[in-house]
Nanobody, 126 residues
Framework: QVQLVQSGGGLVQAGGSLRLSCSASGRTFGSYAMGWFRQPPGKEREFVAAITWRGLRTYYADSVKGRFTISRDNAKNTVYLQMNALKPEDTAVYYC???????????????????WGQGTQVTVSS
């Protein structure tokens, strides 16, 4: 089992930055691909970014490419999402997720992920 605890988020003006963190406890997550998803108000959950288990490859939704950066520190069992140039349409509840199969590649489908953080609200004002 892996428990994911998120931190960061909050209220920021358009153009600002925030960093989300997701810390894993329990079994080490160093062999798991990790992802970030978000759920805007009244909409379905959508893919934001993902990173391979060693952090060598990253993947992004077109809507955040060039503005968001996913990274991980396996020594700290933590994955990050740095969000820059935030827009009001980035407002959502953000979730980190772990794909609970050793060395599997990450994907954009939330159904591939086995463990989820508690969610963090990010609100971007115009």
């Amino acid at each position: 089992q892996v428990q994911l605890v998120q931190s960061g988020g909050g209220l920021v003006q358009a153009g600002g930055s925030l960093r989300l963190s997701c810390s894993a406890s329990g079994r080490t997550f160093g062999s798991y691909a990790m992802g970030w998803f978000r759920q805007p108000p009244g909409k379905e959950r959508e893919f934001v970014a993902a990173i391979t288990w060693r952090g060598l490859r990253t993947y992004y939704a077109d809507s955040v490419k060039g503005r968001f950066t996913i990274s991980r520190d396996n020594a700290k069992n933590t994955v990050y999402l740095q969000m820059n140039a935030l827009k009001p349409e980035d407002t959502a509840v953000y979730y980190c997720a772990a794909r609970g199969r050793d060395y599997a590649v990450p994907g954009t489908d939330s159904a591939l992920y086995d463990y989820w953080g508690q969610g963090t609200q990010v609100t971007v004002s115009s």
